[in-house]
């Protein structure tokens, strides 16, 4: 999906607008001073080239040079475009002979003086003053270059450097994403490849740490689960042995007393109890084979089972005839998971609770399983740590708070994932995702 609030379009936006209008600027500047210095040069060659023709005249015809001479005697004739060679586009000129006296030219006009010695055909010496004031017009050179060649290439290399730049930063993060992703769903194993180990800079840095939290979670969790069936395995033969002990006080005071029932129910409970952990602890520790398995049929047979176990409970499943209910598992698995989230729904709602079980495909390569209830929900804060085993909202119904931790841990076995969240206006909706099978 193409979105701009990506890291990779924040840097490459960011980056090509900046070369973009740094090259551009740069670009026009030196124009405005290659245009400067072109006109000055310009200026300069016709301002000598009007000049040495004047003195010419001026010299070699004596009516010319007189002509002159009464110009200054009139300072009022002394306006622009009075003087000789104050043509358009041609600067004004002051000329000064040998002596420092003005032959040509009023009073100094505004603009920048630029000044040179032209010597004339008889060897005289002339100081030549000019004043020029270098055209403005930035607008039309911008629009000028952005119509260019230039241009184009600017932007073509502006787009190429920012791409590769983007590239370089977010190519890398988002392999560490996969990975991150990876041990989210479970793969403890997972370690980032040596290519992005070796790196010096700070990416390589944040994969070797990544790598030591791996590790440090996969040694963490193997030692919790070993220590889930070590227990579970230690606590099987004091039980049992207990239990037996039960039978043979309830034969000598005889049946039905009330410590006898009570002993024989916590074994009961603390045997569930065990089962639970084993189950939990086999799940984390195996690797399942998944195959082809028809979903829809699956669930036919779990609600089957319900129905007739708890005729007042209104469970409702909803397959539309375009979905694709052919996914990839493993079916003690996913009665697993199902039988636990279901079990869930049911123990923590009243019998007036409506549950729906959906399937759907949110797009061509998976299924979702959803079951919705309308029942109270639970406490936002509280979502989050649903799954998490041995975690009770309400202490006063049975159970361990082991339920919806194995139905999370049967999905991952699975290659899908289990979502949990409240819907509106009440109820709580659980999300078992899978694989399409292909």
Known sequence: MFRLNTLFWKVFISLWLSSFMVMMVTVVVIGELAEEDNYKSKAKFQVRLQVERFLERYEGNPKYRQRIQQLHQNVNQHREGRWPMQRPGMPPIQIYDHQGRQILGGEQPPGEKIQLQVTSISGQDYQVAYFIKPPRNSL???????????????????????????????????????????????????????????????????????????EYVENTLIGQQQLFQNVSHELRAPLARLMAASGIVEQQIGEGHPAVNRIQMECQRLSLLIDELL????????????????????????????????????????????????????????????????????????????????????????????VEDNGPGVPEDA??????????????????????????????????????QNVEPSGLRVTLSMRLAK
């Not at 000028?144 to 791409?163: E, M, P, R």
């Not at 209910?325 to 009665?335: F, H, I, M, R, Y």
């Not at 799954?387 to 290659?415: E, K, S, W």
């Open 383 to 420: 979502l989050a740590k649903l799954c998490d085993p041995f975690f009770r909202l309400d202490t006063n119904v049975d159970g361990h708070g082991l339920g919806l931790g194995i139905a999370r841990q049967a999905m991952q076995g699975l290659q899908g994932g289990l979502q949990v």
């Open 140 to 214: 039309a050179r911008w629009q000028g270059f952005i119509l260019s060649v230039q241009a184009l290439l600017i932007l073509l290399s502006s787009t190429i450097a920012s791409f590769i730049v983007s590239a370089i930063v977010v190519r890398p993060m988002n392999k560490l994403r996969q990975y991150v992703q990876r041990l989210k769903s479970g793969e403890f194993s997972v370690r980032i490849a040596d290519k992005l180990l070796g790196r010096g800079d700070e990416i390589g840095d944040f994969a070797r740490e990544f790598n030591q939290l791996a």
């Open 279 to 370: 189950s939990l602890a086999k799940l984390q520790q195996q690797e399942h084979v998944c195959s082809s398995i028809e979903v829809s049929a699956l669930l036919d047979k779990l609600l089957a089972d319900i129905r007739f176990s708890q005729g007042q409970r209104q469970i409702e499943l909803q397959v539309a005839d375009t979905v694709n209910t052919q996914a990839l598992g493993s079916v003690p698995l996913l009665e697993r998971a199902l039988g636990n989230v279901l079990g869930n729904s049911l123990k923590h709602t009243s019998t007036e609770t409506n549950i729906s079980v959906r399937l759907v495909n949110p797009d061509a390569d998976s299924l979702q399983i959803i």
